[in-house]
């Protein structure tokens, strides 16, 4: 017979500091995965304003690029994307065996290099949006 193992309930919010490093990092890649595959469908459907003539397509745009939102979702974008690639380089080189023994410092890594490249990228995505 196997023993069963009490999970906790989910509403018991003490087992999220039980997480290690690396699952965060499991959770953030799929989180941020999820959010790339919505920003895709989003990004199709702008998109296919084109087939509606350039005019349309053009007008879509400029309305979007007007909204301080959208420039700010950009940088949320910019965020997620960022972190999904340095994390999924950091599991590639873990699947390979490399850095096993520094997995918690690389994830951490990931973190700090996407703030650092989304921090000096802020400039870039909110010129003219106030």
Same mark, same amino acid.
């Given at each position: 017979?196997?023993?069963?193992?009490?999970? !906790?309930?989910?509403?018991?919010?003490?087992? #999220?500091?039980?997480? /290690?490093?690396?699952? #965060?990092? #499991?959770?953030? %890649?799929?989180?941020?995965? #999820?959010?790339?595959?919505?920003?895709?469908?989003? %990004?199709? @459907?702008?998109? @296919?304003?084109?087939?509606?003539?350039?005019?349309?397509?053009? /007008?879509?745009? @400029?309305?979007?690029?007007?909204?301080?939102? &959208?420039?700010?979702?950009?940088? !949320?974008?910019?965020?997620?994307? &960022?972190? %999904?690639?340095?994390?999924?380089?950091?599991?590639?080189?873990?699947?390979?065996?490399?850095?096993?023994?520094?997995?918690?410092?690389?994830?951490?890594? @990931?973190?700090?290099?996407?703030?650092?490249?989304?921090?000096?990228?802020?400039?870039?995505?909110?010129?003219?949006?106030?």
């Amino acid at each position: 017979m196997s023993e069963s193992y009490d999970r !906790g309930l989910v509403a018991d919010f003490g087992r #999220w500091t039980e997480f /290690s490093a690396g699952m #965060w990092a #499991w959770v953030f %890649h799929k989180f941020t995965g #999820w959010v790339l595959v919505g920003y895709l469908f989003t %990004h199709i @459907s702008v998109l @296919s304003t084109s087939l509606q003539g350039a005019q349309v397509y053009n /007008s879509t745009l @400029s309305g979007l690029e007007s909204l301080a939102i &959208v420039r700010l979702l950009e940088v !949320g974008l910019l965020a997620v994307a &960022v972190f %999904h690639i340095l994390n999924g380089i950091r599991l590639l080189f873990v699947d390979l065996g490399v850095g096993l023994e520094a997995q918690d410092k690389s994830f951490y890594a @990931s973190l700090v290099l996407t703030g650092v490249i989304v921090v000096a990228s802020v400039p870039t995505f909110l010129t003219g949006a106030f």
